[in-house]
């Protein structure tokens, strides 16, 4: 025990050390995205609103039955998962090549190979938050009221950013030996977009899929839970239940805990494959 203790000292006295780094290599992107816009830092609040009036228009008009017809204030159900879907993407999709990406400096000099999947996670974040404005006006706009359980809605949001982070640490290291999987990885978000009860309510979902009910088989996919327990505490001002809680938590300490282990395994390989 006092081994393991010692041990996790240690990297959190390497991790402090490099807290500069980290917060440089986030600033710097956040300068880049915005670099040559007009709009600059204003389009992290446009885009998501745009896009919430795309789905809103597509579903509320077209698909209309796809959403059960029974969400209330479906704009902003739709947004919560928008939002969240759109930070474990962004997270996940450009962790991915950030060790190759990294390589010149990597081969001059000596810096903790995680810094780079843990800063875009942490970018992925500050996007996120920034896009909450956007949450805050389609709110005010349709008369959503503001519960006090907001406050809880931190929970589902820092779980889903270990979450977020194993994944990434796990694809930023397989990406290193198989590139193949950048683009498998779109194919797979694509997917996993109609799995995550973003614009339908899962309720109505009674359609069985290979004798499978299609509501279990969403109920398997981690980004639904987290989605779900933000909405509960921001929408509906309800408290998060204890199997929110349970399968929220246990997701994001068993992916960091596989990513960890995976990106520390494979990472003394990383110089002979960049």
Sequence with gaps: MKKLMDKIEANLRGFWRYRYLLWNLVSRDFKL???????????????????????????????????????????????????????????????????????????????????????????????????????????????????????LALY?????????????????????????????????????????AIFYNPDTMIVSLGGFSLYRLICLNPLYWYITGFRKAVLWGQPLTLQIVLVCGLCALASVTLGCAVFKRTQDKFILHI
């Design 33 to 151: 995205k915005y670099r040559r816009s007009v709009l600059g830092v204003l389009w992290s609040v446009l885009n998501p609103l745009m896009m919430c009036l795309v789905y809103w228009a597509v579903f509320s008009s077209l698909f209309a039955n796809m959403r059960g017809g029974g969400i209330d204030n479906f704009p902003v159900y739709l947004m919560i998962g928008q939002l969240l879907f759109a930070f474990f993407n962004d997270a996940t999709s450009n962790s991915m090549g950030s060790i190759i990406y990294a390589a010149p400096l990597l081969k001059k000099v000596y810096i903790p190979k995680y810094i780079f999947p843990l800063e875009k996670t942490c970018f992925a974040l500050v996007n996120c938050v920034f896009s909450f404005v956007g949450l805050i006006l389609v709110m005010l706009f349709t008369g959503s009221a503001l519960h006090p359980t907001v406050l």
């Design 156 to 196: 589902p949001l820092a779980t889903l950013f270990i979450f977020n982070l194993g994944i990434s640490m796990m694809l930023s290291a397989f990406t290193v030996f198989f590139r193949d999987i950048m683009h498998m990885w779109q194919v797979f978000t694509t997917a996993l977009l109609y799995f995550s």
